[in-house]
């Protein structure tokens, strides 16, 4: 009996140091998942050299482009139903895409399955997913709503998204600021958005990787008038949201 192809693929944006340093571990992360899962390495025009991958497809950028339009890039090349955004410092926890796929498929409406994340340095749970949004995930439309106004849910290493309905809606916007929060508000109005607890997924955040605590008001003015945009623009959206 042949056995079916992996329903999953794992893009991965890379330049520069840290994140070259630190990619062969990333790979080697979804590599212990299960070896035949499709991995693209984006060199989003990196000064540094990346080292030899054994089957990984390797996209390079002719010039460095922001980080939504390099996992678009990669985006534009998975084949599979199911993707993951990993980025290259952090680690996915063994078992992880296993267990993604099962919980995105108990239910054909859910567009998002997100799972919590452990602090590199700490082992400490992350504070993402926040404790209030799952509850507030069992309400959809509430959810979504809420979604809009303040970023609920991750949508990079811990969660799994369909290929599809992330094209759709028009993929990571060309950004290096919440470029993720413009990708998650539309596929919040496409279906349920399923949080676990569980971890999946060691988030190693670097010196050189600003937290999100430290971006200016004018920088999330920004990030929120792209949601918006892409919330008027998206016909999944119901125009009384």
Not at 33 to 55: E, F, G, K
Not at 63 to 77: C, F, I, K, P
Not at 156 to 170: D, E, F, K, P, Y
Not at 223 to 232: E, G, H, P, T
Request: hydrophobic share 40%; glycine share 4%; with cysteine.
């Amino acid at each position: 009996m042949t056995r079916p192809g992996p329903r999953v693929s794992v893009v991965i944006p890379v330049w520069d140091s840290p994140y070259v340093d630190t990619l062969p571990d990333a790979v080697e992360s979804v590599r212990r998942q299960d070896p035949d899962v499709p991995v693209v390495v984006v060199d989003n025009a990196s000064t540094q050299p990346l080292p030899h991958l054994d089957r990984v497809t390797v996209l390079r950028t002719a010039t460095r482009v922001s980080e939504g339009s390099a996992r678009n890039l990669g985006l534009d090349h998975v084949e599979t139903e199911y993707v993951v955004f990993l980025d290259a410092d952090d680690l996915l926890i063994d078992g992880s895409l296993a267990y993604l796929e099962r919980e995105i498929e108990r239910d054909p409406e859910t567009a998002v399955c997100a799972t919590s994340m452990i602090e590199g340095r700490t082992d400490e749970r992350h504070r993402a997913p926040r404790r209030l949004a799952y509850p507030l995930s069992r309400l959809r439309r509430c959810f979504a709503l809420a979604n809009a106004v303040w970023s609920l849910y991750p949508s990079q290493g811990s969660a799994i998204l369909r290929t599809a309905q992330v094209r759709a809606a028009g993929g990571y916007a060309n950004s290096d600021v919440s470029e993720d929060w413009a990708l998650r508000g539309p596929l919040a109005f496409r279906g349920r958005i399923a949080l676990r607890d569980r971890p999946a997924l060691v988030y190693r955040r670097h010196l050189s990787r600003r937290p999100p605590e430290a971006r200016s008001s004018g920088e999330l003015a920004g990030a929120a008038r792209r949601v918006l945009d892409r919330l008027r623009a998206d016909p999944a959206v119901p125009r009384w949201a």
